[in-house]
């Protein structure tokens, strides 16, 4: 299940920043950044669950830090 979450949220982050980059359409990045989070989030969940617990963490750290920017930057630029 976490495998196809993964899949979903990379795929949405790929087809979102390709439109932003075709486009230029620059209103769109806080929300490919927040699936870009969430995508790095599970990733991390699943290292953490095949006992790879430091890269897991990093992960998962590196997942809340893109998703706080993420929240910010739909709060303050929107």
Do not use: P
């Not at 932003?20 to 790095?40: A, G, N, P």
């Not at 897991?56 to 830090?65: A, N, P």
């Amino acid at each position: 299940m976490l495998r196809i979450l993964g899949t979903v949220f990379s795929l949405g982050c790929f087809v979102l920043a390709t439109f932003v980059l075709v486009m230029q359409e620059y209103k769109w990045i806080e929300l490919m950044m927040l699936l870009l989070s969430l995508s790095i989030g599970i990733m991390g969940i699943e290292e953490t669950q095949r006992d790879h617990k430091r890269i897991g963490s990093f992960l998962l750290l590196t997942g809340l830090l893109c998703l706080y920017s993420s929240i910010q930057g739909f709060l303050f630029f929107h």
